[in-house]
Each structure stands twice: as structure tokens, then as C-alpha cells.
């Protein structure tokens, strides 16, 4: 069994998810809304240590037809710098599409509109690790 942490990459928040190998049910944990890269990761680190984690997960956005942009770019170098700084398999995920399930999931919920702007990335982030779950390939 291994605990797994996905993160929903954003340049403002970065949503976070935690779940095992084991039961393969992911849940959300926190939305990361710290200024600058030494906050953030000091948080990440913070995160690591607590849950030990055996690999990472990284949605990778992709634009629908799957090209890559800008966000892409950044998304696969905060991946390099989760695997440089914590030294753990990073897996990267595809996410497309799954910031409007996880809008959908929280309308479900009860949760409508701005008030869904605390929960919307970490819930991201676990729709990114159910994926990883579901994937055949892993």
C-alpha cells in the first residue's frame, strides 16, 4: 500500500488530494494559496513529511484536442521541481476537463458559485488522482 499526494496546479492555488494505493479513493486535503514558489513548496514540504508519500501526482492541462500550452509548460517544470526538491516518482496526469467535473461534483454537493472557489482545486486535485486510480496503465 502506498499514499499517494496529486496536486491541481494553478499560478494562484495549487489544490491538493491524498489517497492509497490500497483502497484507491481519493480525498481532497487543502488548496495551497500562498505567495511565491518558497511558501508554497515550504507547504508542499510540510505535506510530504506528514503523509509520506510514496509517489506524486501532477494534472498535466492540455487544451481539449490534447495540445499543450503554456499552462503545460508550467504544470511539467513544477512537476521537475516536486520530483528535484522531494526526490519521489512524479506521475503526470492528464486534467483535462476535470476542473469543470469537480465544479459539477460541488453544485451536487450544494455548494454553488464563488462559494465553491475554497474547495474548487483541491476537489480538482482529487478528480487528477482518481484518474490516476483508473488508469489501466498504472
Not at 23 to 33: C, F, N, V
Not at 38 to 48: P, T
Not at 68 to 97: C, I, S, W
Amino acid at each position: 500500500m502506498s499514499t499517494l499526494l496529486a496536486f491541481d496546479f494553478g499560478e494562484a492555488r495549487i489544490g491538493v488530494a491524498v489517497g492509497t494505493t490500497e483502497l484507491g479513493i481519493p480525498h481532497p486535503l487543502e488548496t495551497i494559496a500562498a505567495e511565491g514558489n518558497d511558501k508554497r513548496f515550504a507547504r508542499i514540504g510540510e505535506l510530504v513529511a506528514q503523509w509520506q508519500p510514496g509517489a506524486l501526482v501532477v494534472g498535466l492541462p492540455l487544451s481539449p484536442d490534447g495540445g499543450e500550452h503554456e499552462m503545460t509548460r508550467l504544470a511539467r517544470k513544477f512537476a521537475n521541481r516536486l520530483n528535484g526538491r522531494f526526490n519521489l516518482p512524479v506521475h503526470l496526469v492528464d486534467e483535462r476537463f476535470t476542473s469543470a467535473a469537480a465544479s459539477s461534483a460541488l453544485d451536487e454537493a450544494g455548494l454553488k458559485g464563488r462559494r465553491q472557489k475554497p474547495a474548487l482545486d483541491q476537489v480538482a486535485a482529487m478528480q487528477i488522482l482518481q484518474a490516476w486510480f483508473d488508469s489501466p496503465a498504472e
